[in-house]
């Protein structure tokens, strides 16, 4: 068995996940047991956002490295150390890595989160994803 929080998942797998809007870009975290499924499509896995944004962008900016992922096909972009905060447990200031997943390709709607009708089949619910997501708005 592949651990997944080391490799990342292959393209076009579909992979149980939480997820939240954030301006034009969707930020989703692995989460498996949810029963909510995400196509990932064409995806490339990093450790971090700095390694994402310094391989498709010289100035190493977020927004363009997404931006330019996106023109060249990538329908998502997976970081398998996220550094989401630290702990603060006394001396233990360790990192919090999440595994986290930025959707390139799709558009939400920023009332609700929910993506727009065109990009909604990325999602699938039930067991191992063979139904239709229906959002709650």
Known sequence: KLDMESVGFQSFSSVEVLHQCCNDRQWMYWA??????????????????SMFARHFDPRGEMIGAMLKARAAGYDSIQFTHHVEGHR??????????????????????QSSGCPEPQYASSFTSSWDGHAPCHCNN
């Open 32 to 49: 498996p047991g949810s029963g909510v499924f995400y196509n990932l499509g064409k995806t490339m896995v990093f450790l971090g956002h």
């Open 88 to 109: 603060r447990r006394g001396p233990d200031t360790r990192p919090i890595h999440k595994f986290e997943i930025l959707a390139t390709q799709l558009v939400f709607q």
